[in-house]
């Protein structure tokens, strides 16, 4: 983050979806966030991935409550906002940073994808933002800001991205609509599509490093993006700087997206 973002958040209150690990854009996201003022709620999925979570939120300031959330189970999202009414009173800010899809159905060609690991890959990576959408919108009655993470992949064929890419496009359209639906109570919905990043979760996708490759190689900035880089553009949608954008999938990506391959 940069010295002048500070205090964008001050008095923000926030809850982030998806932390796995001190690598994940979620992490970067979050470090920005807490770095700008805001106070911060988190989930996670499974005792593995607790103790990676708590360790990180350690070092940051005030009370950061953490969720068991498994959004594939019926009423786990909302038992977190119920709580969250009762800790926070009010939230700022929402970001989404969900995804999931099977290994096999990330290999080989899309055409063989299962029905399961279509359903699933939706049911995680998209239909997630929705309903954790609802169940935030009466704690942010004052208005506020929901990110989701996209890439490329929802947008244009990626190689190994398969089934997750159809989920990022669905994503993206959920994006638009779900910032039709609580605008008028001043509620902003954009996603940033970011470029290529090293972190575990892209390491599963075949070919990755070749990807990270061609970009460096082709975008206009002639490199592949920073994982800071990303958590800035996060920290603007967030904050009030970006009180006119909604309904956006912004790209940060060094421009690899304007270019016509």
Known sequence: ???????????KKGIVLGVANKRSIAWAISRACSQAGAQLAFTYQGEKVRGKVEDLVQGLPGES???ACDVTKKGEVRSVFQDLRERFGQLDFVVHSLAFAQREDLEGDYINTSRDGYLL???????S???VAREAAPLMEGGGSVI???YLGGERAVPGYNVMGVAKAAL?????YLACDLGKIGVRVNALSA????????RGISGFGKILDVVAEKAPMRRNVEIDEVANAALFLLSPLSSGITGEIVHVDCGFHALGL
């Open 1 to 11: 983050m940069t010295d002048g973002a500070t205090n964008l958040l001050e008095g």
């Open 65 to 67: 409550p953490l969720y």
């Open 121 to 127: 890959a939706q049911e995680i990576s998209s239909y």
């Open 129 to 131: 933002l929705t309903e």
């Open 148 to 150: 989701t993470m996209s």
């Open 172 to 176: 993206e359209a959920s994006v638009r």
């Open 195 to 202: 470029g290529p990043v090293n972190t575990l979760a892209a």
